[in-house]
């Protein structure tokens, strides 16, 4: 049985700053870090401090937990993130979810780079997501169950938590903030999908595609975590503009849509310190 999400989290706890009771985690993926720079008295865990964390080998993805205060919500902000690419297998991120589900949030908020299959939906602009297609090879949940977490088998009906995404949605109009809807699919990486993918990908119904998100929100939903999640889209995907895809692209577009995603995250969370925890 893995205990390193429980190691992780008596570590964290001896860290974490006095009467601290986190609400949520963001999970801040490709440039969206300087999030994590306004946080109010926080405190910074290398992840190569936490047992059973990714160390990230990607140019722009950090590798942190800063714990601190966000709009006056007491939050986890999980600076960069594992990717199934970098060889960690489907569970990169499995001890890192439930380990924020041991430190008491109530649930996840993950944010992505992701290219946008819908021509309308361009560089710069954010995308809320509704569901998602796993073109992963397998589950994060493969292998023996840990029932101190959740059961065997378990349901992804609104894995992308409707009421949560609402009050995104609402907050959307009151900050001025354009926000589409899309689903997600996955793609494992770390080559960008192929002309004929992307069209194969538009038949099975998504919107945007990216390299993450899914291995967070499998454990999370197992756990009983809610989910919602937000991708910047960085490029339009291949095969739908004469420009070639890049990383180099992928961190300056994800860099222009976090400023509009900072401004809608600040607001969402003003709203949600004036609603009552459950």
């Known amino acids: 049985m893995n205990n390193a999400p429980f190691q992780a989290a008596a570590l964290v ?8 009771q986190p609400r949520l985690a963001l999970v801040l993926g490709s440039g969206l870090g300087v999030l994590a720079e306004q946080m109010q008295d926080a405190v ?13 080998t990607v140019h722009g993805h950090a590798g942190a937990m800063v714990l601190g205060t966000l709009s006056g919500v007491q939050v986890v902000c999980l600076k960069g993130r594992g990717h199934f690419y970098e060889g960690y297998g489907l569970n990169v991120m499995t001890s890192a979810v ?25 560089a710069g602009s954010l995308v809320a997501l509704t569901d998602h297609i796993n073109l992963l090879p397998g589950s994060p949940m493969i292998g023996p169950n840990d029932e101190r977490f959740g059961p065997r088998f378990f349901s992804m009906a609104n894995a992308y938590d409707a009421d949560l995404r609402n009050l995104l949605k609402s ?14 699919i996955s793609y494992s990486g770390p080559n960008f999908e192929t002309a004929a993918e992307i069209r194969a990908f538009k038949v099975l119904g998504a919107d945007v595609v990216g390299m993450s998100v899914v291995p967070e929100v499998i454990p999370a939903r197992h756990c009983g975590l809610k989910v919602m999640g937000v991708s910047v889209v960085t490029n339009l995907a291949e095969g739908m503009s004469p420009f070639q895809l890049s990383h180099e692209q992928t961190l300056k577009y994800a860099a222009i849509g976090a400023e509009s995603l900072v401004k809608l995250i600040l607001a969402f969370l003003a709203n949600v310190a004036k609603t009552p925890r459950a």
């Open 44 to 56: 910074t865990i290398p992840f190569d401090e936490l047992p059973g964390f990714p160390i990230s």
């Open 13 to 20: 706890r001896s860290r974490m700053p006095a009467n601290f």
């Open 98 to 122: 439930r380990t924020l589900k041991l430190l008491g949030v109530d649930f996840l908020f993950v944010t992505n780079a992701a290219g946008s299959l819908r021509p309308e939906v361009d």
């Open 171 to 184: 907050t959307a109009v009151e900050a001025n903030v354009t926000l589409h809807e899309g689903v997600y």
